[in-house]
């Protein structure tokens, strides 16, 4: 079982990531499931509700998970999880980021360390099937175009 991302919409997230820093960036992941795997057609930038975060917290906008159904629908996609940054701290899930988690969705995580894409310095995928039980890693598969 693995989350598979083509490069342009990694790049895409990447430099969402790199424009927040300092603070938390996130997003949807839309797609389609095939088989065991999760197959992300389109990275979708959301604002994050809590505003200028530093790291251990985040919410999409509703009106960002509104639009998000709205392109689902019309594209026959479904959302399979979402992404965050933690600027200046590992791609490892906080307590907050758990308790917060529903079962199903991938949560993509990435370590940021400054305002340039490259400054992504880590990105890990995590399952969290229940509050109560450590978050599991997914694979990450990154498609070429
Ligand atoms: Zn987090």
Known sequence: MAIIIPK????IIKKHAADIFPYEACGGL???IEGENKFILKAYPAENRYGKITWDSFEIEPKDILEMDKFCMKE?????????????????????DINASWPFYSYVILSVKGNAPESVADIKSYLMPDRNSAPVYEEIVIKED
């Open 30 to 32: 839309l797609g389609k």
């Open 76 to 96: 026959n996609l479904d959302i399979l999880g979402f992404y965050h940054t933690h600027p200046n701290h590992p791609a490892i899930p906080s307590n907050f």
């Open 8 to 11: 342009n919409e990694l790049e």
